[in-house]
């Protein structure tokens, strides 16, 4: 039988790049930054533009699909993943890297059928590589297929993971604290790129061992959890659970002993859930 969503992928993948191409045209020019809830969340006029333009262009042709973009939302649509094919979409991942021209940056796509995820699509638009996945169909990079390193040491390991003072300081004690005890576990290191979804694919492409986060958003993990997931690599909540796209927080990592590891080093916070009222 005929791939059901593979029309959607292959559009998905030519939006991306136009996404992509725009934002390149615009870190060119002078960029306007405007803040969202803090000092340290920013958005962009291109950050609005390029959501517009790659929902217009999928309604077009799937004018009965829902959507959750990140700047949609911000703009006070909801957020709530229903069984309906849902198109969640990051049109920057890595704003600030962004208007810093910090050369990680990137758009990510998620496709949801019945809240699974049908594909996945990360274009990381200044170094030109673009991660595809299809769900049992296994993840590319810019078409060459990528699999997780498989290391199962923690020592060995490289890690990522984002810091960033969000607001609440007990947040941000407990973040550090997480980092001390995991660099003394020790492992050869922590890295923090600047945006999940490529975080997520240097997991799926071997070049990090794993990738851990509370506090981030659906759009931010849609499409990398697809990659990495395809890639061979385990995904699961920050407890040990099984990942929940709504719950703001994730492991990834190229092996379940290290996942697990994690899990038991890392200390919680309540980030609250993306489909909260
Ligand atoms: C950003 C992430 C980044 C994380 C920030 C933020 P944005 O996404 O990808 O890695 O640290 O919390 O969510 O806002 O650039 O789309």
């Known amino acids: 039988m005929a791939d059901p969503w593979q029309e959607c992928m292959d559009l998905c993948v030519e ?63 909801p957020s709530i993943l229903t069984d309906s094919p849902t ?19 990137s758009v990510s796509i998620g496709f949801t059928v019945k809240k699974e995820i049908q594909f996945g699509i990360v274009y990381s638009c200044i170094e030109d590589k673009m991660y595809t996945a299809r769900k049992g169909k296994g ?8 699999k997780v390193s498989g290391q199962e040491d923690i020592n060995q390991s490289l ?18 604290a997480n980092i001390k005890t995991i660099l003394t576990i020790p492992v050869h290191g922590i890295r923090s790129p600047g ?38 690599g385990v995904i699961m909540d920050i407890s040990g659970g099984p990942f ?13 002993a290290i996942a697990e590891r994690l899990v038991k080093e890392i200390i919680e916070f309540d980030v609250g859930r993306d489909d909260a009222d």
């Open 244 to 256: 929940d796209l709504m719950s703001r927080r994730l492991i990834v990592a190229s092996s379940r």
């Open 195 to 232: 945006s999940a979804a490529i975080n997520m694919c240097l997991v799926a492409c071997g070049s990090a061992d794993a990738y851990y986060h509370m506090g981030i958003h659906c759009w931010d993990m849609a499409g990398g959890a697809a990659v990495v997931t395809e890639a061979g």
């Open 139 to 146: 993840a590319f990079c810019n078409g060459i297929p990528i």
């Open 15 to 77: 939006v991306t790049r136009r996404a992509g191409e725009m934002i390149r045209e615009a870190l060119q020019k002078d960029i306007d930054v405007m803040q969202k809830s803090s000092p340290v969340d920013l958005v962009t006029e291109t950050d609005q533009k390029v959501e517009q333009l790659i929902i217009s262009s999928i309604k077009e042709k799937y004018p009965t699909h829902s959507f959750i973009g990140e700047e949609s939302v911000s703009a006070g649509a």
């Open 159 to 176: 890690l990522l993971t984002e810091v960033g003072f969000k607001s609440d300081p007990e947040q941000f004690k407990i973040m550090l």
């Open 87 to 105: 198109w969640i979409i990051d049109p920057i991942d890595g704003t600030t890297n962004f208007v810093h021209n910090f050369p990680f940056v």
